[in-house]
């Protein structure tokens, strides 16, 4: 019998562990840490697992680099 993990694993929207997300964001594992404090929509699981849907992923990327380059327009 597969594992919760290992079921996600098989499901293209999920990704699981830091190394996915980041390789998926495009940003470090250290950065994607981080970000998690900004609202970045990770999960754990009760196993331990860090895990993301890549749609949710998506939507809050363009969100927050959105609200970036505001903040930027505020600054300059």
């Known amino acids: 019998m597969d594992s919760?993990?290992?079921?996600?694993?098989?499901?293209?929207?999920?990704?699981?562990?830091?190394?996915?997300?980041a390789k998926f964001t495009g940003c470090s594992v250290a950065t994607c840490k981080r970000n998690k404090k900004?609202?970045?929509?990770?999960?754990?699981?009760?196993?331990g697992s860090v895990v993301a849907l890549a749609p949710e992923l998506t939507i809050w990327l363009i969100y927050f680099n959105d609200g970036l380059e505001r903040?930027?327009?505020?600054e300059g």
């Open 4 to 21: 919760f993990d290992e079921f996600l694993r098989r499901d293209a929207s999920w990704l699981v562990g830091w190394e996915s997300i």
């Open 38 to 47: 900004f609202g970045m929509p990770v999960r754990k699981l009760p196993t």
């Open 71 to 74: 903040e930027k327009e505020k």
